[in-house]
């Protein structure tokens, strides 16, 4: 497990109530998970509001579970509400004495790093985000089946992730995919209010249709999961990658 010290001012609020309030806080980053979790010392945290949980939470994790044991779970008592296991204490020595918070929307209410609000997960200060049009041929298909057809992307390239084909929605068939529910939020890009399923693979592709300014150029685009889809670049396949999203439980959602 990877550590550092963060100089940003952190804090959780549940209503008007500051759950945490750092100046100090401790990002980690879990061994083959490459987002990033604060752990927080304890006199940045209201522990009055925390009671160690009576149970672990019930059901398959999520993208928003930690990704090792946990020693302890507490519930969050703020604001006339209760978050159960909304917090806990990871069993790792790196993290010893110290407590993360969930990032799930049905939890903390608002997350400020200094005055700006942020969604999802922190954001991970050794990350770069860019966005570049192209004029590469672009083809996605499953199953055999050609879903996207492009000479017109835009090409973002993440740390630590696949590049993404974001493409014109005239050149993807959308005749042969259907809305999803999905909604997700991206600390990087912003809220990907447009999913789509396939048979066989929901949430299987997505659009910004109002992005972050640093990566405009994906506005109204839609971009497949890699690890999901067979793509071809200029004639030559692109195998299907492995990250953490080809698992679909880690894939983000908002409901």
């Known amino acids: 497990m990877r550590t550092e010290i963060s100089e940003k001012w952190v804090r959780a609020m549940v209503g008007g109530t500051a759950v945490v309030d750092s100046r100090a806080p401790m990002l980690y980053w879990e061994q083959k998970f490459p987002i990033p979790a ?11 509001l925390l009671t160690p949980s009576t149970a672990a939470p019930a059901g398959p994790p999520t993208f928003y579970s930690p ?4 020693a302890q779970w507490y519930d969050v008592h703020a604001d006339g509400r209760v978050l159960p296991n909304a917090a806990w204490r990871r069993d790792a020595p790196e ?3 110290r407590t993360t918070f969930s990032w799930d929307p ?6 400020l790093e200094e ?10 200060p050794h990350k ?3 966005a570049l049009p192209s004029s590469r041929h672009i083809t ?4 055999g089946v050609l879903l996207a057809d492009s000479t017109d992307p835009v090409l973002l390239f993440e740390t630590y992730l696949p590049t993404r084909y974001y493409l014109p929605r005239a050149d993807v068939r959308l005749d042969l995919m259907s809305r999803g529910n999905n909604r997700s939020h991206c600390p990087y890009k912003g809220y990907a209010e447009d999913y789509w399923d396939a048979p066989g693979s929901p949430s299987v592709a997505w659009a910004y249709p109002d992005p972050y300014p640093a990566v405009a150029r994906i506005k109204d685009r839609i971009s497949f999961y890699n690890e999901s ?3 071809t670049v200029d004639g030559l396949a692109v195998p299907r990658p492995r990250s953490i999203f080809s698992n679909t439980k880690n894939r983000p959602s908002d409901g």
């Open 140 to 143: 996605v298909s499953l199953d």
């Open 229 to 231: 889809v067979d793509i």
């Open 67 to 70: 990704k090792g044991p946990v």
């Open 106 to 111: 049905a939890g903390i209410d608002r997350w």
């Open 95 to 97: 993290l010893e004495g």
């Open 115 to 124: 005055e700006e609000e942020v969604h999802s997960h922190p954001r991970d």
């Open 128 to 130: 770069r985000v860019e």
């Open 38 to 48: 604060y752990a927080f010392a304890p006199e940045d945290i209201r522990m009055d």
